[in-house]
């Protein structure tokens, strides 16, 4: 579900999946878009965004880790 405070880009527009929530699936392992269905529970719908949620995943194994304070 999306946080009211997430202002990230929604990649999923069926699930309503944003590119924060792809990038928190991804730090818990997520590695492909139905890994990313499975962690939030949703299932694939009209699959139009297959492409931008590799996308996204691939965006987010490749940012840099910012170091925890
Ligand atoms: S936009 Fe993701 S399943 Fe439809």
């Known amino acids: 579900m999306l946080d009211k405070n ?13 590119e924060f ?7 818990n392992g997520a590695r492909t878009p139905d890994d990313v269905f499975r962690r ?18 691939d965006r987010a194994l490749h940012q840099p880790q910012t170091p925890a304070e």
């Open 40 to 57: 939030y529970h949703k299932r694939r719908g009209c699959s139009n965004c297959t492409v931008r949620l590799a996308e996204a995943i």
């Open 21 to 27: 929530m792809i990038s928190q699936a991804v730090a």
């Open 6 to 18: 997430d202002k990230s880009m929604v990649v999923c527009i069926c699930n309503r999946l944003s």
